[in-house]
């Protein structure tokens, strides 16, 4: 290559929202910056700027300076200020995949107000990026994307074609030396011509006849106010800069080069970047707050409010998405973060929480208006007809009951506990009765409604009856007044409560529906019942606990999994970035005691629970970098739970930790040896090795993450939160409690290079009570074999019960909402007046997908909504071919 090299300076910022400051404090700085930016773009039309692809600086800028909001969209217009497309920079895989498309659409479309978004998908900073990622962009419209970790070594130049599992693709512009490879060269205006002229000779082999690409920014930055003029006074005989954006630079690229690299699914190679694995295990309360939120609203709140309210609830659901987005950026649900970061995130996603919640109880509220009161309402957030255990507290004075549905169809169920009718005793002096009675709110009395009262003065007892409903006779406390005035002597003041029962029942639901079930007198017998003796068995999977406390589960087809719940504890001198274990490492893996103590017992379900306690090291000896010789206690409590039609063991884990630096893993044993495992990620279930590419500064562990489930030689684990796991010789390992009191650490034996400051973070070292809820299933074959995602699905998403607040006499009923086969369903909202569902295809296999519902036409979209082909609906039925993994979304009216 001859004459001077061509490049193209891109000046930008990498905003990180928030980290080792709390979000209000560098939104100071924030707003400081983009006053001195729109100052300098106004001034000077040959400057550009890219701010960082996400939409959350501009709106967190604007949320303070709205006056400035023409200014923006001026320059934006213009094309001197690129924004978008999403709203947050996200870490990809401790969200949903929902949550992903989410981001994209809320960005795209604030981007799209102030004046159009840059269609590249910049990745600049994510720990890794998802298998699914290219089909993300392309179904919504992307050709091109920019990332810089998890690049395999592979990639030698400075572009690459990504493939997503079901074949579509975007070029990618890998930013080989980070998003800051241009940044050093304006420490000193002195040298800036000859480092600029340097940097594009170093680089221009790697780009070969395109220009050089120059990312001039890093974290927190702003460009220097004499940039134009430095540019300006360069000789292009000795490089040729052009300031650009980098939607300017990228666009002008060929997105169908056939010449391009091909890299396949997740990126997650450690061989030219840091991807920093130990953010999938510090703070696990933010990554089980972000799941379970997301559960409500996903799968709860928006399809329940889309087929059974008169009105969608767009505010509050937007408002649940909004903090949902916000908390999934990548130094956010991470964890990795200081302690007032990690406070604010994740109030932030139990606000969506409780805003999906809200919703969903709403709708269920309804409903069970018209639900006689001696009734329950059960609905169903899957789309396909279940038969499943619901527990609730009801009011039956009888010692055996039955659940009989619409149909007249009586299902088993049981009685746990039984509560005593009286609810609360004093005394009080006579002249003191009138007193009490401020108690009463309406008929209200103890969180009950009064049903009866009664003075007897003979026995001087005043006595109220409650029950959930008052009934229909009227109740007046100014008759209790004129009973009790002038009462003397001493007096029992008694409330007694409507016998009240905790019943689990087996209950039929539609597909994505509802359906009223009451509680009536009787038995009926289990046709597959839970038997406990010497171990539990429901003729499809068997539990022993072995005397060191684990578990041997073994499956009807004769599958074992033997040791299952072996506590492994070893030390952690790493931070919240990344694991490392002490020069000398003490692990722990016997317990100091074991104590099994049984729970409830009955034929649809049976639970025991196993308490071992340990002496863990205390913390550190960071002089001798080992473990300390003195110790602390820590218990670690195992619910187990064996359910009638299940082929699974539910483990519910309290970890009561009191010591530091250090983790804990739950071992699986495999049923057969394994070098491959699988994970269900974002739309997709991904295969893993037992090792990781290197080559960087950073030492590549094989820990990989697990969204919906980890499955290897037999043993399946249904997870209700992202997880880290990792494949060894016998077993599988998921981290349940990781913990750090650093950031980052300058030295750490993993890492080369600091991930960020040295900043204490005590409330990362997890002290106090931990919980993780998973499931194991023993199976032979693979995953698919194992139907282990359809378990998994089961597993995370129960049936929704409540208690009807209607007339005594209204009538039973039930109704479908939607059904769905052949493929997996990831969302159902309501969308400019029509009903928006998403399907992914979670096969290598091409899947013929059938729709059943309240619809007549049908029509694809994209990802952004762009309407695509029309979809033939016959009889309220679709029928939709898609590829293997493919992403299909439609709306049906």
Not at 93 to 121: D, H, K, P, Y
Not at 829 to 855: D, H, I, K, N, Y
Request: glycine share 10%.
């Amino acid at each position: 290559m001859t004459g001077a090299p061509e490049v193209r300076l891109v000046p930008h910022t990498h905003w990180d929202r928030e980290w080792y400051e709390p979000f209000q404090r560098f939104r100071l700085r924030l707003v400081d910056l983009l006053d001195e930016l729109l100052d300098h773009a106004e001034a000077d039309p040959r400057f550009r700027f890219t701010l960082d692809g996400q939409m959350a600086a501009v709106d967190d800028y604007l949320e303070v300076r709205g006056e400035n909001r023409d200014r923006v969209a001026a320059l934006v217009a213009s094309g001197q200020l690129a924004v978008g497309p999403w709203q947050i920079l996200l870490d990809e895989f401790l969200v949903s995949g929902e949550n992903i498309v989410r981001n994209l659409e809320l960005g795209w479309a604030r981007a799209t107000e102030l004046g159009g978004a840059m269609r590249v998908g910049y990745l600049p900073d994510e720990f890794g990026h998802c298998a699914q990622m290219p089909q993300i962009l392309a179904a919504a419209g992307f050709e091109h994307a920019c990332v810089w970790r998890g690049v395999p070594s592979g990639v030698e130049g400075h572009a690459f074609r990504w493939t997503a599992p079901d074949g579509s693709s975007v070029r990618v512009e890998y930013l080989a030396g980070g998003y800051g490879n241009a940044a050093y060269v304006f420490s000193d205006p002195g040298f800036f011509a000859s480092r600029m002229a340097e940097l594009g000779r170093r680089l221009r082999p790697s780009f070969g006849a395109d220009p050089v690409l120059a990312m001039y920014g890093t974290d927190h930055s702003a460009p220097v106010g004499s940039l134009v003029k430095l540019v300006a006074g360069l000789d292009p005989a000795s490089v040729d800069v052009r300031i650009s954006t980098l939607a300017e630079y990228v666009g002008a690229r060929d997105a169908t080069d056939p010449s391009l690299p091909v890299v396949q699914g997740e990126l997650r190679s450690h061989a030219a970047a840091n991807i920093l694995p130990g953010v999938l295990s510090v703070r696990p309360q933010l990554k089980q707050a972000m799941a379970r939120a997301e559960r409500l609203v996903e799968r709860y709140a928006e399809p329940f409010a889309a087929l059974f309210s008169a009105e969608w609830p767009q505010r509050f659901l937007d408002l649940a998405w909004w903090r949902l987005v916000d908390a999934s950026g990548h130094d956010s649900v991470t964890g990795c973060g200081v302690d007032e970061t990690a406070t604010q995130v994740f109030a932030r996603i139990s606000e969506a929480g409780h805003l999906g919640q809200a919703v969903r109880d709403r709708v269920a509220g309804r409903l069970a208006r018209s639900v006689a009161r001696d009734s329950l309402l059960v609905l169903n957030p899957t789309p396909a007809a279940r038969r499943d255990l619901v527990t609730l507290d009801v009011e039956a004075p009888w010692a055996e009951v039955a659940l009989e549905l619409p149909d007249g169809t009586r299902l088993p169920a049981q009685v746990e506990a039984h509560s005593g009718q009286l609810l609360h005793e004093e005394a009080a002096a006579g002249p003191d009765l009138p007193l009490f009675l401020p108690r009463i709110h309406g008929r209200e009395l103890f969180g009950s409604e009064i049903t009866g009262w009664r003075c007897d003065p003979s026995a001087r007892l005043l006595e109220f009856s409650v029950a959930r409903h008052g009934g229909e006779e009227p109740f007046d406390v100014e008759a209790v007044r004129a009973a009790v005035t002038g009462a003397t002597g001493a007096w029992t003041i008694r409330i007694v409560q409507a016998e009240q029962r905790t019943v689990t029942a087996l209950v039929d639901v539609p597909a994505l529906g509802w359906t009223t079930a009451r509680v009536v007198p009787g038995s009926v017998s289990v046709t597959a019942p839970v038997v406990a003796g010497p171990s539990l068995s429901n003729g499809l999977v068997t539990v022993e606990v072995r005397d060191d406390g684990t578990l041997r589960i073994t499956a009807a087809d004769g599958t074992v999994l033997d040791g299952v719940g072996r506590i492994v504890d070893g030390g952690d001198r790493g931070d919240s970035y990344n694991y490392a274990p002490p020069g000398t490492d003490t692990l722990v893996t016997r317990p100091d005691s074991v104590r099994v103590a049984p729970g409830v017992e009955g034929p649809l379900r049976t639970t025991f629970t196993v308490e071992r306690t340990y002496s863990w090291p205390a913390e550190m000896d960071w002089a001798g970098d080992r473990r300390s010789p003195s110790t602390s206690r820590g218990t670690v409590t195992m619910a187990v739970e064996l359910r009638a039609g299940e082929p699974f063991v539910r483990l519910d884990l309290t970890i009561d930790n009191t010591s530091r630096d250090h983790r804990v893993r739950f071992h699986v044993p495999l049923a057969r040896a394994a070098q491959t495992s699988h994970a269900e990620g974002q739309f997709a279930v991904v295969e893993r090795g037992r090792t990781a590419e290197g080559g960087f500064s950073e030492y590549p562990i094989p820990t990989f993450p697990a969204h919906g489930f980890a499955d290897a030689g037999g043993a399946g684990l249904l997870l209700t939160q992202a997880c880290e796991y990792e494949l060894l010789d016998e077993a599988l390992a998921l981290t349940v409690l990781r913990t750090s009191g650093r950031l980052s650490r300058n030295v750490h034996p993993y890492r080369e290079e600091p991930a960020g400051p040295q900043i204490p973070t005590p409330l990362a070292q997890q002290i106090g009570t931990t919980t993780v809820q998973l499931a194991v299933l023993p199976h032979t074959g693979d995953w698919r074999a194992g139907a282990v995602l359809d378990a998994a699905e089961r597993y995370r998403h129960p049936l929704h019960a409540t208690l009807g607040t209607g007339s005594p006499d209204a009538p039973p009923a039930s109704r479908h909402g939607l059904t769905v086969e052949g493929a997996v369903l990831t969302s159902l909202r309501c969308r400019e007046g029509t009903l928006e569902v998403r399907l992914v295809a979670q096969s290598p296999e091409a899947a013929a997908a059938v729709v059943r519902g309240s619809f007549t036409s049908a029509q694809r979209v994209d990802l952004l909504g762009k309407p695509g082909e029309t979809v033939p609906v016959t009889d309220r039925e679709l029928r939709l071919s898609l590829r293997p993994w493919e992403i299909a979304t439609l709306r049906l009216s």
